[in-house]
């Protein structure tokens, strides 16, 4: 009975279970790949999906409080369009702080936009972001002007993504400390409280008087921040900024949210499982062509397996359901 209660507890944990869902991969690829598991591929793959890592701690926010955000590609598209360009012209120093500044500025405003209209409006999440997204989008192109900059034009603003600190390129530096924040904010701090119980019943949350609509517009104004974070980032790392910027990029993050176990309907999900989920993600994306897999059959493999991984999910969570369920019982 011992072994089968030891059983239920681990195979019942979402992120025990996205550990081993993640080693296998990494195990499977390296027998295929040898080269995959090299120090140099790992920082490769983390400082290229910096910004899925990145932007799937704002969307696990959002999901948490029971919203969704579809506009974040385009919030990053426009703080990284904004940034390249007035460097392009010589209107902004290309000294990487202050790009970065002013890039999460123009997040945060966007943010704070979808917030308000969320939080205080009591408009529909999705139905908000999707007109947000193609407002922020348009204004990536009219801010580039039919134009686009390049290595050339971003000067030193793009050396940041190639430097290191003790060791560490500067990104990975970058994903490594909004990781350990957001885990302190939402594990031991009263927002963070707030976050999950707005989440889990919106109504008990105002009766214990929690104002919901205050703790929303700090979660989209979040979600814009990291996204106009990313944009720099992104500027950066591609040394380009295009009004197309990584379009479509809001798929990605929300897969790896889910894939993490981060509830669709609010309330439930973790830092140390929405990193899991992007890792997965991350390593599905670059294994597929070091294995030699067609582009062609990349996106059905890869959508075969985020398929996989949540049926897998939500099998472990059902598990772990029942299991507390007996617990209450006895």
């Known amino acids: 009975m011992k072994k089968d209660s030891l059983l239920k507890k681990i195979t019942g944990s979402r992120e025990v279970s996205l550990v081993i869902v993640l080693v296998v991969l990494l195990a499977i690829v390296s027998i295929l ?33 029971g919203g969704i955000d ?3 590609a385009s919030t990053l598209a426009v ?14 120093t290309d000294n990487p702080t202050v790009g970065f500044l002013i890039a999460i500025a123009i997040g945060a405003a966007c943010g704070l936009l979808m917030g308000v209209i969320i939080g205080y409006g009591n408009v529909t999440p999705i139905i908000a972001t999707m007109g947000g997204m193609y407002i922020f989008r348009a204004l990536a192109y009219l801010v580039s002007n039919s134009e686009w900059a390049g290595a050339d034009a971003l000067g030193a603003f793009k050396d940041f993504a190639l430097e290191d600190f003790l060791g560490i390129n500067k990104v990975i530096w970058v994903v490594i400390i909004c990781y350990v924040l957001f885990f302190v904010v939402l ?16 109504e ?5 008087g929690i104002n919901v609509a205050a703790v929303k517009v700090w979660v989209y104004t979040i979600m814009g921040t990291l996204s106009g974070l990313c944009g720099a980032l992104a500027t950066s790392i591609y040394a380009s900024a295009q009004p197309s910027m990584q379009k479509g990029k809001e798929m990605d993050v ?5 894939i993490g176990g981060v509830s669709m309907s609010g ?10 989920g992007a890792l997965i993600l991350a390593v599905i994306g670059k294994a597929l062509p070091l294995v030699g897999i067609d582009a062609i059959w990349q996106n059905t493999i890869k959508g075969v397996l985020i398929v996989a991984v949540i049926i897998l999910n ?12 007996e617990r209450r019982e006895m």
Request: hydrophobic share 50%.
């Open 70 to 72: 579809i506009s974040i």
């Open 187 to 202: 594990k031991w701090t009263k927002f963070g409280r707030n976050i999950y119980a707005v989440g889990s019943n919106t």
């Open 204 to 208: 008990a949350a105002q009766i214990s």
């Open 254 to 258: 929300i897969a790896a949210c889910v």
């Open 79 to 92: 703080s990284g369009m904004a940034v390249g360009i007035m460097i392009k012209y010589g209107k902004l």
């Open 314 to 325: 939500v099998i472990t969570q059902r598990m772990l359901d029942r299991q507390n369920l």
């Open 267 to 276: 309330g439930r999900g973790s830092v140390p499982g929405a990193l899991l």
């Open 33 to 65: 790949n040898p080269a995959f598991l090299t120090g140099k591929n790992i920082a490769e793959i983390l400082k290229n999906n910096s910004v899925t890592l990145i932007l799937t701690l704002g969307m696990l926010c959002v999901l948490l409080v």
